[in-house]
């Protein structure tokens, strides 16, 4: 079984549509975290919750936004879709705040 | 704030030589923790060691061994006897309540071990 899954693997659209990536982890983590990965490589976190709760919101565009119905999904929705959303976006998940983060295997999103 | 340099963008090698990537942190706290990842050329993250600020034992675990020394605020990971197999890219990162314990990564060190 997959520890934390995410949905699709990859992803292309046109600039202007609105597209959702899905997160889903069976390990029973209280902790979800959405992170971008640019073109070279540098991972930056965009959002974490706790139990439903958001605990993290970096300054990432308000286009973007994060919805978790219970402690086992995170989704990540993207309103009109820009360029320079171009990423591979991760998922991850950790049970306490000492603990290493547990990654999805990543979503490649391609705006063109 | 916190912070984590890897100045090593590239590394490359040969097959069985040894060798050290880089970390460099910063962190006003006293309690923190520190991790290598690993990302392939497939692209997953894999998770490689957690090391608390505490323990400033050396681990060893096979081919690899870190090396914590909070004098110098460094935490550098060695790769002995490389192997094409470890070609990747090596992210060292920091985890402390200053900035509400999320993870915040280095830049990564591209490792190619060529054969």
């Known amino acids: 079984d997959t520890a934390v899954s995410q949905t699709p693997k990859y992803l292309v659209t046109q600039m202007g549509n609105d597209k959702s990536i899905k997160c889903e982890q069976n390990?029973?983590?209280?902790?979800m975290y959405w992170y971008k990965q640019d073109s070279k490589k540098f991972l930056k976190i965009m959002f974490s919750?706790?139990?439903?709760?958001?605990?993290i919101n970096e300054t990432v565009p308000n286009r973007f936004s994060p919805k978790s119905p219970d402690k086992a999904h995170l989704n990540l929705h993207i309103n009109s879709l820009e360029l320079g959303d171009s990423a591979v976006y991760f998922c991850?998940?950790?049970?306490?705040?000492?603990?290493?983060?547990?990654f999805g295997s990543g979503t490649r999103l391609t705006v063109v | 704030a916190q912070k984590v340099t890897q100045a090593q963008t590239e590394i490359s090698v040969v097959e069985k030589e040894d060798v050290t990537l880089d970390c460099v942190y910063e962190?006003?706290?006293?309690?923190?923790?520190l991790f290598w990842y690993k990302q392939p050329p497939s692209g997953e993250l894999v998770f490689l060691i957690r090391?608390?600020?505490?323990?400033?034992q050396n681990e060893i675990s096979g081919r690899y061994s870190w090396n914590f020394q909070k004098s110098t605020s460094s935490f550098n990971f060695t790769i002995t006897a490389s192997q094409v197999v470890d070609s990747a890219v090596y992210f060292c990162?920091?985890?402390?309540?200053?900035?509400?314990?999320?993870?915040?990564f280095g830049k990564g060190t591209l490792l190619t071990v060529n054969p």
């Open positions: 991850a998940s950790s049970q306490d705040l000492s603990d290493a983060y547990t």
């Open positions: 390990l029973g983590h209280d902790t």
């Open positions: 919750y706790n139990n439903k709760e958001l605990i």
């Open positions: 962190t006003r706290d006293t309690t923190y923790y």
């Open positions: 090391r608390n600020s505490f323990d400033e």
């Open positions: 990162a920091l985890r402390s309540g200053g900035s509400n314990y999320k993870l915040t």
